[in-house]
């Protein structure tokens, strides 16, 4: 069987590959005086917009892709590309990579990756910068009552024949062209992942002909625990897809929401959601909505390259969402883990309700207790 030489990170990473040291590299934030906006970082205020007082009619309500109708799914696509015609907001220079205000959610992502995975504020940390594009999704034009489409993997399982990703014009464009020269992707120790159904680039549908900027990342960036010097320079290459069915039937069906929603405490979510000893039987919720998409969605760092990457992290917030409401008293605020990746001892303390983390230039940081409700604070938006 062959093997991938360039495997991506979040698919292919051994549970034995740790890395000993971690570190982000300095990027100018939203508090810092490295960017001063006219307007704030964001133009319109603080997020949320329902005045203090969130209900369940005034919330934002959130819809699975295929319960969209036609209409709300065009607004959702014009708004994404009109986020990837904004300007980046770096000063030039800074992120060569990021030409786009699209973009800048990816710089985020990346340079965060050693902080917000396999961590105490990963599911924290994704809910909100889910909420930063939704927020931005308004900034161009998205109706406001609308939120950003969820998800729901038990729905998908023949993955490269679904509505979604049919390349139509209102769907999220369709698989990558066939590749003969893709190949299976190592699990190190856990056996591989067959190649999927494409692996070539995305010529069909609304995102056809794209290009992106950052990446590969090679699954060797995670085990060596810092991001190499050149991240941030421009690497143009086409946007690919590379859906894979047997991922898809073997690893998001029902059996594992089941067993996800069932779970006793938050350290089992975030193992079920991302376990760090997989294989291609168990691969977690979380990673095999990746892996099932292909590169570069399966990009450890560089996955919110692909506009799916919003809508699966959203069916993870709403996995987490429905399992806190089952039992606020308890699960509102339970975190379990530190601030680094693996949560090494004596690196970063474990979390709690006043840990803060943060979003670049994007939005200005929060606590963990500020993310903890979807429902109130900053936040004002319900699943259905
Ligand atoms: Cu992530």
């Given amino acids: 069987?062959?093997?991938s030489t360039t495997v991506r990170g979040l698919c292919a990473l051994s549970y034995l590959l740790l890395p000993t040291f971690t570190r982000t590299s300095a990027l100018p934030t939203a508090n810092s005086h490295d960017i001063v906006f006219e307007d704030g970082p964001w133009p319109?205020?603080?997020?949320?917009?329902?005045?203090?007082q969130c209900?369940?009619?005034n919330a934002i309500v959130r819809r699975e892709w295929d319960d969209m109708t036609r209409d709300s799914r065009l607004a959702f696509i014009a708004a994404v590309k009109c986020m990837k015609s904004k300007p980046s907001r770096y000063p030039k220079g800074v992120v060569p990579a990021a030409i786009s205000l699209y973009d800048d959610l990816t710089t985020t992502h990346i340079n965060g990756s050693f902080v917000i995975h396999f961590s105490g504020i990963f599911l924290s940390w994704h809910r909100r910068f889910v909420h930063i594009f939704e927020e931005q999704l308004y900034e161009c034009g998205y109706p406001r009552n609308l939120g950003t489409p969820y998800w729901d993997w038990t729905r998908t399982p023949d993955i490269d024949k679904v509505a979604m990703f049919d390349g139509s014009d209102e769907s999220l464009g369709g698989n990558g062209d066939w590749d003969p020269t893709a190949q299976?992707?190592?699990l190190g120790k856990n056996g591989y992942l067959p190649r999927g159904t494409g692996g070539g680039c995305v010529t069909k549908g609304p995102f056809a002909n794209e290009t992106?900027?950052?990446g590969p990342f090679p699954g060797?960036?995670?085990?060596?625990g810092f991001l190499p010097e050149d991240w941030k320079e421009l690497k143009e290459r086409c946007f690919t897809r590379d859906l894979n069915p047997i991922v898809a039937t073997n690893s998001l069906n029902s059996t594992f929401t089941t067993q996800l929603l069932a779970a006793n405490n938050i350290s089992q979510i975030q193992v079920l959601l991302t376990p760090p000893n997989f294989g291609l039987d168990?691969?977690?919720?979380?990673r095999a909505g990746h892996c099932a998409i292909g590169d570069p969605m399966s990009d450890f760092f560089a996955s919110p390259q692909d506009v799916v990457f919003y809508l699966h992290h959203a069916g993870v917030d709403r996995?987490?969402?429905?399992?806190q409401d089952m039992d606020p008293a308890t699960r509102r605020y339970a975190y379990n883990g530190t601030s680094t990746i693996f949560n090494p001892v004596g690196v970063t303390p474990e979390v709690d309700n006043s840990t803060i983390f943060d979003f670049g230039i994007l939005a200005p940081p929060m606590t963990l207790k500020e993310g903890a409700n979807p429902m109130s604070g900053m936040y004002c938006y319900r699943y259905e």
């Fill in 319 to 323: 996995m987490w969402t429905t399992w």
């Fill in 212 to 214: 992106i900027r950052f």
């Fill in 220 to 224: 060797s960036v995670l085990a060596q």
């Fill in 1 to 3: 069987m062959p093997f």
């Fill in 282 to 286: 168990f691969l977690g919720l979380h």
């Fill in 184 to 186: 299976a992707i190592a």
């Fill in 44 to 52: 319109h205020g603080p997020p949320g917009g329902h005045g203090g």
């Fill in 55 to 57: 209900t369940r009619e």
